[in-house]
C-alpha cells in the first residue's frame, strides 16, 4: 500500500470478499438444511427430532454446523473491517496479504505467524 487513498480500495475490496463468501455459505447452508429436512439428503429413516438419518451418520449435521460457524466468522470479520482492524494480523500487526484473505477471508493470522502457531 504505497498511497494513502489505496486503503478505501482495500476496504472496499475486502468487504466484497467478505460479503460474496458470507452469501455463498449463508446459501450452502439454507440448501444444506431444506435437504436435511425434507429428508432429500439422506435416507428414509427419521433420526432424532425427526431429521432424517443418513447413512453418512452426523455427515449432514457437522456441514450444517461447519457451515454455520463459517457464516459466523465471516460476521466476525466484518465487524473487525467496519472497527478498522480486519486484515491485521493479531499477532504481529501486520496487513495480511489479499491473496490469503481472498482465500480465508476469516484469517486473524499473516502467513509467518500462523505457520509458527502451528
Known sequence: MSAPESMPDRKTELLDVLTQRREEAETQYRRALEEQQSGAAAGDNEGVHGWKASPEGGADVALLEILD??????????????????????????????????????ATLCVPCQSERE
Not at 465487524?79 to 496479504?97: K, M, N, W
Open 69 to 106: 460457524r463459517t457464516v459466523s466468522q465471516i460476521d466476525a470479520a466484518i465487524h473487525r473491517l467496519h472497527a478498522g482492524y480486519y486484515g491485521l494480523c493479531s499477532a504481529c500487526a501486520e496487513p495480511i496479504p489479499l491473496a490469503r484473505l481472498r482465500a480465508l477471508p476469516f
